[in-house]
């Protein structure tokens, strides 16, 4: 496989591997269909066992290694170093010293009483838009650069969309005394601006990229090639749960605390635990780092949004898993958006950050067992979203995150239809339901009561002011 080109070796072209038909994860969940409809595109299993070597770093069919060999050196010895100091005492009190005195943890969990009265639900955010530098992506930054200090790594490099990741990893190069370098598509170069600046106020240099659409998926390209050059010397901060084992299973692990902190906040203000749970999803890092803390939980649905674009056709959307088909990008085995001959196809969000072809290997996961839902938000439902959100509670969402609000919006309207046709379920009753007697006193009936909805707040959206303005036909 050619890591830098726009090539997957789709299941037309190349199924190197047996697939169980009734496997089981790290969740314990058995293999069915995806929520109500049907699995993601072409991924029907095959009888057979993983083998030793394919049982690491798998989730379910997907995940593994898929690399270069150039690039097996250098990923062998980032699994070696964090399989041992993934437990080391010193290691973890000093992460648990930058998350607390640094990043400023534990998140809030904030209560949206102007949205709940809106939606006509209880509204709740996770919010990872507080954490200095703005956004969920300075945990996975701050955790992988005292990795690459441990490891003797001089010079770190990343890819970032929305710059976000970027502004992460130029932060903790910054903090702990590396050379930085950020690949980033030209055209979220225009789009984002701001975060290009902040990235060159903390010392990283910034390198456009333009080639491809010049998005996401061009910048992690070029990074790609970067570390294949100068592995000796320099650490990859890959920013989404996506690549070559054993990256998805890092940024998972540094991201958990999010939905781990979220689920001990949540019990400890309502006494119970959400009806739902939504983050927004395109390789999928925050909504991994959420959903993590619940899976386990099997009443609470895991709804993850993706990016509908402006369209259902190919190039007009970035939604992944629910146009995705099983392939190979970037050293993993995934769902991505792909033609025929399993070529990459061109992507579009109004939101850089979701801006990209493929997704992380759990959370194709996560959909085809049918533990998490992953559902579609455009481009326009996601601005109104934007502006309604910082209108009626005065947080500026990121781009990203709005279309999280809009799928939340959405499932309380469907919720609210539901409670009109008939009585509640018996979810209700642990979460605050109530019953009383009929006319005759005979029967019992349930009094609906609003879903409790949890949001994943990923980062906030000043540095998308520039854009909406743009897209309202406002000139700053």
Known sequence: MQEASDKVSSENNQNSMEIPEKGTDSHGSARKRTGKGKSP???????????????????????????PEVLIPAIEELEKAYKKYKNDKGFLKEFGYFQKEYIGRPSLLTYAPNLSREWGAEIYLKREDL???????????????????????????????????GVATATAAARLGF?????????????QKLNCYRMELLGARVVPVTSGNSTLKDATNEAMRDWSRNATDTHYIIGSAIGPHPFPTIVRDFQSMIGIEARKQFKKATGTLPDAVLACVGGGSNAIGMFYGFLKDKKVRLIGTEAGGRGLKPGENSASITFGRPGYFHGTRSLYIQN???????????????????????????????????????DDSAVEAFKEVSRLEGILPALETAHTFAMARELAAESAAGSAEGP???????????????????????????????ICLSGRGDKDVAEIARLSGIEL
């Open 340 to 378: 025929n001959d399993g070529q990459i196809e061109n992507v579009h969000s109004v939101s850089a950050g979701l801006d990209y072809p493929g997704v992380g290997p759990e959370h194709a996961w996560l959909a085809v067992s049918g533990r998490a839902e992953y559902r579609m938000v455009n």
């Open 424 to 454: 509640g379920s018996d979810a209700g009753d642990e979460a605050g339901g109530s019953e009383k007697k009929g006319k005759k006193g005979s029967a019992r009936v349930k009094k609906a009561r609003r879903q409790r909805i949890l």
């Open 131 to 165: 954490n200095h530098t703005g956004a969920h992506k300075i945990n996975n930054a701050i955790g992988q650069a005292l990795l690459a200090k441990r490891m003797g790594k001089k010079r770190l490099i990343a890819e970032t969309g929305a710059g976000q990741h």
């Open 41 to 67: 595109a072409g991924t029907k299993a095959k009888k057979g066992k993983l083998n030793k070597i394919q049982r690491d770093g798998y989730f379910g069919p997907y995940g593994g290694r898929y690399s």
């Open 179 to 191: 050379e930085c370098v950020v690949y980033m598509g030209a055209e979220d170069v225009r789009r």
